[in-house]
């Protein structure tokens, strides 16, 4: 596991943060279990722990640490065997609606693989997690337990009920929410492995007041990223065209290396951000959620396309380290589906260096429609 193996200095900064959020808990509710939220909690974790945080990238993990894989999650602790929720299917209700129980679930279990495999080979992670922060009165429990893959073949007792179908793998009990299309895991949470105390405020405001009339804290931002834009990994009408953008490898005219590919930057994308990307052909450092960095540029008429200078160090980290198509294979929009992903994330950091992050379906078309 992750946590036992942190300096005792870290861990003991992790639950003094943990401590203090949660004792502002009254803010938010009346309960006499601390109240975390999960945004705070992954930040919280990422900061103890100088772990990157992920959470930007939409995918099944949520910090890397010394290639482990994490999710992290909070939640109470209830009767410590509680279902909680470990991926999200809603824009692929279409693609298993009509199926059975047993084959939906089957298909829903692949997609869940698929996209924890796929992450894990974007980040070159070596093993994944879940870390838990669980809440009981005026506590907080650390629990972490592998994060599984569904074993596909052992899937058994499927049971379908209204709203729900649950079923067990031989490792792990789920459920997957129809009307919500949620796959639920029971998270088993009597074996902890810390567990400290949390005195609740009875009156945050007034303390938090307080602080601020003596000045005590420190203000300001990250600017580290200066700028985002959205690039879609396919072409028209959501097709990866089979001689051009991701399989430009394959075409026609002369010999080409089987790893080249670009990036298709679309009209829209220079007319919302003009001045984004450097000047056509000038070389910029890209650097991958792996921490790898590769010299890109943008080419072709009207700077349309992002390419590796070498022009194959981007298709080999894309199709074969990430997504492991096989030399020949052609790229899909169905095989992008099976991932969760469509999309990259371009963050501008200066005018010399830009970091890559793949991003959710759809994610293209609603940054277009929010920039207009």
């Known amino acids: 596991m ?13 639950k003094k ?7 502002l808990s009254k803010l938010f ?17 990422c900061k103890s722990f100088l772990a990157n945080d992920l959470s930007r990238g939409d995918v099944a993990l949520d910090a890397l640490k010394d290639n482990v894989g994490i999710g992290l999650k909070t939640f109470l602790a209830n009767n410590d065997k509680s279902f909680q929720k470990v991926a999200e299917f809603n824009k692929d ?18 997609l ?15 093993n994944s997690i879940y870390h838990c922060v669980v809440r009981k009165e005026n506590t907080f429990k650390i629990y972490e337990e592998k994060m599984h893959i569904v074993d596909i073949l052992n899937i058994r007792d499927v049971i379908k009920k209204r709203n729900s179908i649950s079923f067990n793998d031989g490792i792990n009990d789920y459920s997957f929410s129809l009307s919500k299309s949620t796959l639920n895991k029971r998270f088993i949470t009597t074996d902890t492995i810390d567990e400290f105390d949390v005195k609740i405020l009875q009156n945050p405001l007034k303390d938090i007041q ?3 009339s003596q000045s005590i804290f420190e203000y300001g931002q990250d600017n580290r990223v200066k700028a985002t834009v959205y690039l879609p990994l396919y072409g028209k009408e959501k097709k990866v065209f089979p ?3 991701m399989n430009q490898w394959n075409a026609s005219g002369r010999v080409r290396d089987v790893n080249e590919v670009y990036i298709p930057i679309p009209s829209k994308v220079h007319h919302i951000m003009p001045s984004f990307f450097p000047n056509r052909d000038a070389p910029f450092n890209l650097k991958l959620p792996n921490g790898d960095s590769l010299q890109a540029k943008v080419c ?16 080999k980290w894309i199709l074969r380290d990430v997504l492991k198509l096989n030399e020949g294979e052609l790229l899909t929009y169905e095989k992008l589906q099976l991932f969760g992903i469509d999309s990259v994330r371009i963050d501008k950091i200066d005018n010399e260096n830009y970091d890559i992050n793949f991003a959710s379906l759809d994610s293209y078309e609603n940054y277009i429609s929010n920039s207009n």
């Open 2 to 14: 992750f946590y036992n193996q942190q300096e005792e200095v870290k861990k003991n900064n992790y």
């Open 17 to 23: 943060s943990l401590e203090i959020i949660g004792s």
């Open 29 to 45: 509710s009346d309960s006499r279990s601390p109240y975390l939220y999960y945004r705070v909690a992954e930040k919280l974790f």
């Open 93 to 110: 209700r279409y693609l298993y609606e009509k199926k059975s129980a047993t084959e939906l679930v089957k298909f829903i279990s692949t």
């Open 112 to 126: 869940r693989n698929e996209r924890i495999m796929f992450t894990e080979n974007v980040y070159a992670v070596e």
């Open 210 to 212: 307080k602080c601020l």
């Open 243 to 245: 001689r051009s953008g």
């Open 300 to 315: 072709q008429d009207n700077s349309k396309a992002l390419m590796s200078y070498s022009n194959r160090e981007l298709g």
